[in-house]
C-alpha cells in the first residue's frame, strides 16, 4: 500500500492550523499508514462525533510519528495534544494496541521469520511486543527484534504484509466484495487493512478499505468466525 510523503519545511503550527482550520495552505503534509483507528479523542475520551478536528503531525523527535494522522472531538484537544504530543501519544499507542489485537492474524515475527507469535486473542497475547507504527500494530518476538524493526520498517512491513496474503488466502472467508456486494473475480485485488488481507472485486474499490481499514478487516474477521464454528 503506498504512503505519500511528508512535505519538507512545515512547521507543527502549520500542521495544527491545518487541522484546525485556522490557516489553509495550498499544500498541507499528506497521511502516512493508517487512519486514525478509535472513534474516541485521546485526550477528553469523548466520541469524535461526525466532524472531528484531524491533524497530521510533524516535526516529531521520533520521526516514525511524522505523517501520522490523530483526530480529535475538537480543537481544543487538538491544541492540548500538539502542545505535548509525548503526554499522549503513550496513550494513543495503547488504546491502538487493545482496538486492532482482536485483528491480528496468525502469523509470524516479521523480523525472524521463523519465530511464531503468541495468539492476538489468547490469554497469552501481551508477552508479544507490540510496536505502533503510524496507526498500525505490529507484532514482534524480542526486543531486539523491535530495534531492527524501527531501523527499517518499511522492509519489515513489507515482509509482514506478505505474511498476511499467505495467511488469509489460505481460507479466505468472503466470496464477495464488503464494499461493492459483486463476486470476487480473477480480476479481484488484495488489499491489507489493519493487518488483514481483504479483497475487493475492482480497483476502485480500493480506496473505500484504505478508508476504513478497521470496518474491512472487521468484517473479514467476523466472516471467518462465522465460516468456523470452532473459532466461536
Known amino acids: 500500500m503506498p504512503h505519500a510523503r511528508l512535505l519538507a519545511g512545515l512547521s507543527l503550527f502549520s500542521v495544527v492550523a491545518v487541522g484546525l482550520g485556522l490557516a489553509p495552505l495550498q499544500d ?9 483507528p478509535l472513534s474516541v479523542c485521546v485526550v477528553s475520551g469523548e466520541p469524535l462525533g461526525d466532524d472531528p478536528t484531524v491533524v497530521v503531525l510533524a516535526g516529531q523527535k521520533n520521526e516514525a510519528n511524522n505523517g501520522r494522522e490523530v483526530k480529535f472531538c475538537c480543537g481544543g484537544c487538538a491544541g492540548r495534544f500538539t502542545k505535548d504530543p509525548s503526554a ?6 495503547a488504546e491502538i494496541v487493545k482496538a486492532e489485537l482482536p485483528l491480528y492474524p496468525n502469523v509470524n515475527c516479521p523480523v525472524m521469520t521463523d519465530e511464531s507469535m503468541p495468539s492476538a486473542t489468547g490469554p497469552e497475547a501481551n508477552e508479544a511486543k507490540h510496536v505502533v507504527y503510524k496507526n498500525r500494530l505490529v507484532r514482534l518476538c ?3 527484534c523491535v530495534r531492527r524493526f524501527n531501523r527499517s520498517p518499511a522492509k519489515y512491513l513489507e515482509t509482514l504484509d506478505a505474511m498476511i496474503v ?3 488466502s489460505k481460507n479466505y472467508p468472503m466470496s464477495t466484495c464488503p464494499v461493492s456486494g459483486r463476486p470476487l473475480g480473477d480480476g479481484a485485488v488484495d488489499v491489507i487493512a489493519a493487518n488483514r488481507l481483504v479483497r475487493v472485486c475492482c480497483k476502485g474499490c480500493v480506496g473505500k478499505v484504505e478508508g476504513d481499514p478497521m470496518k474491512f478487516a472487521g468484517l473479514v474477521v467476523a466472516a471467518e468466525k462465522a465460516s468456523d464454528p470452532a473459532a466461536n
Open 28 to 36: 498541507g503534509p499528506a497521511r502516512e499508514g493508517m487512519p486514525y
Open 88 to 93: 499522549f501519544l503513550p496513550k494513543l499507542d
Open 142 to 144: 524480542c526486543s531486539k
Open 166 to 168: 499467505a495467511e488469509g
